[in-house]
């Protein structure tokens, strides 16, 4: 069965700073993974993907993450953060097979910018 | 689009009585995921739909939830009795399948739920 370790369940960054959010996951196959936020109150906005090519993807609001299989993790990077990043971040792996199996969630972490 | 929408977006219920939440998913997405949030078990997948027909309940807690999904653009999650553990916010997603889209999912805003 697949899982997904968020290792750090909260973390606190000076705003400017540069920020990576760690992810490892157990999967046998090749792994779809994503990295969803949640700001307070709302619901997930995806905020980057990979499925396969280049395992530096770029997503949305100057965020970044890296593949690497053989440490299986895919962390989350960004910089510079903005006081607006403070939410929580999940990562997340899905299927890789023939159908479209629901997301395994980790647990979050819930980053905190200090002014 | 208007996204995933999700009705209500608070419920506050007593024990006992019966809780449904809906859904109407992005037009044209043919898969549909309903989701928990909890604090002390993050976010479990509860049950999801193939093209309206429920593919695997497997995270369905109890007999006490049911799903339906009776047309493309309409679910409903339902909770009878509910329990105070049942509090917690249930999320409907959305994805399409095939190309780079895939298992890429789309999440309503929540339904926070609170029973007392």
């Known amino acids: 069965a697949q899982s997904v370790t968020q290792p750090d369940i909260h973390i606190t960054v000076s705003e400017g700073a540069s920020l990576e959010l760690r992810c490892n996951y157990s999967?046998?196959?090749?792994?779809?993974l994503f990295w969803y936020v949640q700001s307070p109150g709302q619901g997930l906005q995806l905020l980057l993907k990979?499925?396969?090519?280049?395992?530096l993807v770029q997503g949305i609001k100057g965020f970044e993450a890296e593949f690497k299989r053989s440490q299986s993790s895919f962390n989350l990077r960004k910089p510079s953060v903005h006081w607006s990043d403070a939410a929580e971040y999940f990562c997340?792996?899905?299927?890789?097979?023939?159908?479209?199996?629901?997301?395994?969630f980790g647990k979050g972490t819930h980053l905190i910018i200090q002014p | 689009d208007a996204g995933v929408i999700q009705s209500p977006r608070h419920e506050v219920t007593e024990m006992g009585q019966e809780v449904t939440l809906r859904c109407k998913p992005i037009?044209?997405?043919?898969?549909l995921f309903w989701y928990r949030q909890t604090m002390m078990r993050g976010l479990e997948l509860l049950i999801y739909?193939?093209?309206?027909?429920?593919?695997?309940d497997s995270g369905m807690p109890e007999d006490r939830f049911s799903a339906k999904m009776p047309n493309a653009s309409f679910s409903t999650l339902k909770i009878q009795p509910s329990e105070p553990r049942d509090s917690a916010v249930y999320f409907c997603?959305?994805?399409?399948?095939?190309?780079?889209?895939?298992?890429?999912?789309?999440f309503g805003p929540g339904t926070r739920l609170t029973v007392l």
């Open positions: 997603a959305s994805s399409l399948r095939g190309g780079f889209t895939h298992n890429e999912q789309f």
């Open positions: 999967y046998g196959a090749t792994p779809y």
């Open positions: 990979y499925f396969s090519g280049d395992t």
């Open positions: 997340a792996v899905g299927y890789s097979g023939g159908g479209a199996d629901g997301l395994t």
């Open positions: 037009s044209g997405h043919d898969y």
């Open positions: 739909f193939n093209n309206n027909v429920p593919i695997d």
